[in-house]
């Protein structure tokens, strides 16, 4: 069997250490060794003593939702990267529901059952809804290879970690006094649905969020449901809070992000991005649906 080894580029390294000939590193060169150890490794645990392949394990097949702004499809494909980084060997896919490509049907049209026996789809959208419920299992279910689906990424500790460094990136500070306490809260800006499970896991999270600042939080929407954020801000003044940061829930850069953060007050963080956390965050998601026994997936009928 021949094994392709994709290799790092040297200059991701720049830790100090002695150099070789030519200007490479020794712990670059280690470096280097072990992740061609690990991904041989990888690759080896796929065939068996008698040369027949081995099942792998289920694909990952990351869900995004689409959008028009390029930064978002370049934040998703950064974050793409750091899953396989944590998890060598894993067979990890994108698909998107509309918008970019590749979209969620080519991706799973692709999928050759001889190699991949089933796919756990993981989607990057932050609580239940339309595309939840709806969109992304009937696509599923037209899949020629075996499938299912995850659960959202929300609400959990690890999206409120992201949303909290996020601000502590944007200038939020980590120690106030009592006075400064009682003048700050925050906004969290949502994308919206008219799901009310979308807004009770996203009060969640503001709920999560308000015990890790220990400030309010309230949750404001960018579409189709209310409060939106200048109505949110609006209310966090009425109750003096003068310092009042936007907090961006949103997966990856695009209008409702930029919307939200233009019109905050004080701080706006960005959006959570390709942040390590949500690298872990997808693959506890994908493990948590490995480990449930397999069931058949039945789209829900909901109204748009």
Same mark, same amino acid.
């Given at each position: 069997m021949t094994a392709s080894l994709s290799l790092p580029d040297e200059s991701d390294h720049r %830790?100090?250490?002695?150099?070789?000939?030519?200007? /490479?590193? +020794? *712990?670059?060169? #280690?470096?280097?060794?072990?992740?061609?150890?690990?991904?041989? @490794?990888?690759?080896?645990?796929?065939?068996?003593? *008698? !040369? $027949?392949?081995?099942?792998?394990?289920? #694909?990952?097949?990351?869900?995004?939702? !689409?959008? %028009?702004?390029?930064? #978002?499809? /370049? #934040?998703?494909?950064? +974050?793409?990267? %750091? =899953?396989? &980084?944590? $998890?060598?060997?894993?067979?990890?896919?994108?698909?998107?529901? &509309?918008?970019? &490509?590749?979209?969620?049907?080519?991706?799973? /049209?692709?999928? *050759? @059952? $001889?190699?991949?026996?089933? @796919? =756990?789809?993981?989607?990057?959208?932050l609580g239940r809804g339309y595309h939840v419920k709806q969109d992304i299992p009937e696509m599923a279910a037209a899949a020629r290879v075996h499938t299912r689906v995850a659960a959202p990424l929300g609400p959990h500790p690890l999206l409120v970690e992201t949303l909290y460094e $996020?601000? =502590? &990136?944007?200038?939020w500070r980590t120690r106030m006094s009592e006075a400064e306490r009682r003048a700050s809260g925050v906004v969290l800006a949502a994308a919206g649905s008219r799901d009310p499970q979308s807004a009770v896991d996203t009060r969640r999270t503001a709920q999560l969020l308000a015990e890790r600042l220990g400030v309010p939080v309230l949750p404001a929407y960018a579409s189709a449901a209310a409060p939106d954020v200048p109505t949110a801000l609006r209310a966090m003044a009425a109750r003096g809070r003068r310092r009042v940061a936007v907090a961006a829930y949103f997966t990856a850069p695009g209008r409702f992000a930029t919307q939200s953060a233009e019109a905050a007050p004080w701080l706006a963080s960005a959006p959570l991005g390709a942040h390590p956390a949500m690298a872990r965050l997808i693959l506890h998601r994908y493990d948590q649906t490995v480990a449930t026994p397999a069931a058949v997936v039945k789209p829900a009928r909901i109204p748009a």
């Open positions: %830790r100090p250490g002695s150099q070789l000939p030519g200007g /490479a590193h +020794l *712990d670059s060169t #280690a470096h280097l060794m072990n992740r061609i150890g690990t991904q041989l @490794a990888s690759q080896l645990s796929l065939v068996s003593l *008698d !040369g $027949r392949r081995r099942p792998g394990p289920p #694909a990952l097949v990351l869900v995004a939702h !689409g959008s %028009r702004d390029p930064r #978002a499809l /370049a #934040a998703i494909r950064t +974050l793409l990267d %750091r =899953v396989r &980084e944590l $998890r060598p060997g894993l067979p990890v896919h994108l698909g998107h529901i &509309e918008l970019n &490509e590749p979209l969620l049907t080519d991706t799973l /049209a692709a999928l *050759d @059952a $001889r190699e991949v026996p089933d @796919a =756990v789809l993981v989607p990057l959208l $996020r601000l =502590v &990136e944007a200038g």
